[in-house]
Structures are given as C-alpha cells and as structure tokens.
T-cell receptor
Framework: GAVVSQHPSRVICKSGTSVKIECRSLDFQATTMFWYRQFPKQSLMLMATSNEGSKATYEQGVEKDKFLINHASLTLSTLTVTSAHPEDSSFYIC????????????FGNGTRLTVT | AQSVTQLGSHVSVSEGALVLLRCNYSSSVPPYLFWYVQYPNQGLQLLLKYTSAATLVKGINGFEAEFKKSETSFHLTKPSAHMSDAAEYFCAVSDGPLDYKLSFGAGTTVTVRA
C-alpha cells in the first residue's frame, strides 16, 4: 500500500538553530501534502497545505517565515523550523495525497522535535 | 469553524469487553467525520468515515461508528476488544468528503487489559 516516510523520527536541537523535516511519498505522486503539529494532550492542528510547485497555504496563526515549507517535487515536501525556540518543541506530522479524485490521505509517522 | 471534542483522554478496557470512544462535533454545515487510529511508532490510519450516505458506518478491524445529528455525536464502538486494539484514536472533521483540511480531536489512548 501507499507509504509516506517522514524523517527524522526524533530530533533535538539547540535554541536558535534550524531543523528540517522531510516527508516523502514512496509509491505515489503526492500532489498535495499537509503539515500538522500536535502539542502534548492536544489535537493535531493543521499548519499548512502545500501543493507541488506552488507556495504553501498557511493556517491562521502559523508564521510562514518561521515554518518554511517546500514542495519542490511530487514525492517530497520539507518543513524547516527556523530559529527554533523551546516553545516550538512539538510533534510534527505530515500527510500526503495523490491528485486523483477520491484518493485517500496517507500519514507519516511523525517527528518529535525537542528544542533545548 | 468546525471542531471535534473527544471525551476522555484515556480508556482502559478488558479484553473481550466493549470499546466505546466518544466524539462530539461542532459544525455549521453538514459535517464529514472520520476516525483514525495510530499504533505505536506508526502513522495515522483511517478506520472509517461518515459522508452522509448512512448514519451507521462500519470500518476496519470490527469498529463502527454512528452519526447522531440530534446529539452532534459520532461515537466509535467495537463489541469485543482485542489486545491489538491498544492504540491512540483520533476523531476528525472535515469541510469536505475527501478528508481535506482535517480538524482533529485531542485523541483517546486505549489500553486493553488481559
């Protein structure tokens, strides 16, 4: 079946540095990818929607200059957390879908980011 | 805006007992509702979805959910729990039938006692 690979699964970084998270569709072309964030004991919150070859659409309250999303190919989207701060520590999950009508949504395993 | 609330962050059941996970939604338009499961160290998997075709929806692994408009609920049930059902379960709502732009609940962790 379709698989979405997310890397890394865990990352620890120092405050002020940038971290890149990759989301790859392994056996289908992902026309659209979504990025979510989940704080402990809270819901998964949609951060942004990215379509291959165009700029991401960010949800209200999400800083686009802090959370850089690139969807340069049909199999790869990246989320870069720039100048990370401890409050950015969270669980980040991507999902992807193909372009066909009724194509299902496939989720990655998530990335646990800890900023020290 | 659409949202869902999952009642109970943790549910513990005995093997063979009924599993009941509660989800209430808020929506200004007819909702599209979903249940997802996340097993340890894995991505979210779709259990079932409601898209207005039938109020009782059957999903994978013996789970089903009933849409009740009068109660704004979409509770998930399974008659007999298995050890393999231990996971985290998320209720979600979408503004379209194809799970576009999902809004998730906080999740309910299910543990199954032998």
């Amino acid at each position: 079946g379709a698989v979405v690979s997310q890397h890394p699964s865990r990352v620890i970084c120092k405050s002020g540095t940038s971290v890149k998270i990759e989301c790859r569709s392994l056996d289908f072309q992902a026309t659209t990818m979504f990025w979510y964030r989940q704080f402990p004991k809270q819901s998964l919150m949609l951060m942004a929607t990215s379509n291959e070859g165009s700029k991401a659409t960010y949800e209200q309250g999400v800083e686009k200059d802090k959370f850089l999303i690139n969807h340069a190919s049909l199999t790869l989207s990246t989320l870069t957390v720039t100048s990370a701060h401890p409050e950015d520590s969270s669980f980040y999950i991507c999902s992807a879908r193909a372009g066909e009508v009724n194509s299902p949504l496939h989720f990655g395993n998530g990335t646990r980011l800890t900023v020290t | 805006a659409q949202s869902v609330t999952q009642l109970g962050s943790h549910v513990s059941v005995s093997e063979g007992a009924l599993v009941l996970l509660r989800c209430n939604y808020s929506s200004s338009v007819p909702p599209y509702l979903f249940w997802y499961v996340q097993y340890p160290n894995q991505g979210l998997q779709l259990l079932l979805k409601y898209t207005s075709a039938a109020t009782l929806v059957k999903g994978i692994n013996g789970f089903e959910a009933e849409f009740k408009k009068s109660e704004t609920s979409f509770h998930l049930t399974k008659p007999s729990a298995h050890m393999s059902d231990a996971a985290e379960y998320f209720c979600a709502v979408s503004d379209g039938p194809l799970d576009y732009k999902l809004s998730f609940g906080a999740g309910t962790t299910v543990t199954v006692r032998a």
